[in-house]
């Protein structure tokens, strides 16, 4: 059963507007959260997370948001650039379960110059 | 550091046929986790390693899957025998494995595209 879920699989921005992308999950005991980018024939790099104990992370142009009451997170990115386009994967784990990291099954953003 | 090194990063085979994918993790990492990635359930978990010892495999698919690791500085994943179904890219990947650090996360390699005839 997927504990993580990205409900959309694509999404297309123009170039300098902002891209969000949403992510859920089902288990309350997830604590700590990730976002990866992966470009094609690459392997996912880490790209920002957040711990439960906040509700936002700022990075440069990529912000994180947290709603536990929702079990909901989602990625912004302003202004998007055309160098964003790949896919991205939400990852979430718990502490008592050690080191796994259960990932959602990707959202594909173009960024349109 | 050279990161995770995964080989071979493309792998053709016919139905039946033993498959062995290898993995070479971050020197000093302590976890290592092999991955499936597919479109229906994206990056599928299928087992990890805690300091060269399986900790979890209820993500391999079947007795067909195995997965080693010998040492610290080697793992193999191992398909026999292979079936179209199990064509996908599968990934490695490491972490530090310092248990409940928030700063943990997983580095990835560059993933082995298997396609099985």
């Known amino acids: 059963d997927q504990q993580v879920k990205q409900n959309s699989p694509s999404l297309s921005v123009q170039e300098g507007r902002i891209s969000i992308l949403n992510c859920d999950y089902t288990?309350?005991?997830?604590?700590?959260f990730l976002w990866y980018k992966k470009y094609p024939a690459e392997g996912p790099t880490f790209l920002i997370s957040i711990s439960s104990i906040k509700d936002k992370n700022e990075d440069g142009r990529f912000t994180v948001f947290l709603n536990k009451s929702a079990k909901h997170l989602s990625l912004h990115i302003v202004p998007s650039q055309p160098g964003d386009s790949a896919v991205y994967f939400c990852a979430a784990s718990a502490r008592n379960t050690g080191n796994q990291f259960y990932f959602g099954t990707g959202t594909s953003l173009t960024v349109i110059p | 550091d050279a990161g995770v090194i995964q080989s071979p990063r493309h792998e053709v085979t016919e139905m039946g046929q033993e498959v062995t994918l290898r993995c070479k993790p971050i020197?000093?990492?302590?976890?290592l986790f092999w991955y499936r990635q597919t479109m229906m359930r994206g990056l599928e978990l299928l087992i990890y390693?805690?300091?060269?010892?399986?900790?979890?495999d209820s993500g391999m698919p079947e007795d067909r899957f195995s997965a080693k690791m010998p040492n610290a500085s080697f793992s193999t994943l191992k398909i026999q025998p292979s079936e179209p179904r199990d064509s996908a890219v599968y990934f490695c990947?490491?972490?530090?494995?310092?248990?409940?650090?928030?700063?943990?996360?997983?580095?990835f390699g560059s993933g082995t595209q298997l396609s099985v005839l």
């Open positions: 990947a490491s972490s530090l494995g310092q248990g409940s650090a928030t700063n943990e996360k997983l580095f």
């Open positions: 020197s000093g990492h302590n976890s």
């Open positions: 390693f805690n300091n060269n010892v399986p900790i979890d």
């Open positions: 288990n309350s005991m997830f604590d700590y």
